[in-house]
């Protein structure tokens, strides 16, 4: 099993990224995927999630109307387009595939908003 998170980096105030996580080793589809993200000092954050079959996204408060979960089952990869990006949104961010039977994480790829 292996999730490789790609797309982070450093970006000024108001720029945009788009994350992108990679799985393998494992039936993709059958998952609910999620972005939490892991700034210093603080606990893990759920950001956005989104239903196996894509229908259904949730965003954290924080991202609403910045933020877009989407997924793309034939290609095995979750996205998260961050458009609007604050210095607050400085932190790891971490993709996850999730059934009530398992949890995967990836490495995590580090995003930093800052001029």
């Known amino acids: 099993v292996q999730l490789a998170e790609s797309g982070g980096g450093l970006v000024q105030p108001g720029g945009s990224l788009r994350l992108s996580c990679a799985a393998q080793g494992f039936t993709f589809s059958r998952y609910v995927m999620k972005w939490y993200r892991q700034a210093p000092g603080k606990e893990r954050e759920l950001v956005a999630s989104?239903?196996?079959?894509?229908?259904?996204?949730n965003h954290a408060d924080s991202v609403k109307g910045r933020f877009t979960i989407s997924r793309d089952n034939a290609k095995n990869t979750v996205y998260l387009q961050m458009n609007s990006l604050k210095p607050e949104d400085t932190a790891v961010y971490f993709c996850n595939a999730f059934t009530f039977l398992h949890s995967y994480w990836g490495q995590g790829i580090q995003v930093t908003v800052s001029s």
């Open positions: 989104i239903g196996v079959v894509g229908g259904s996204t």
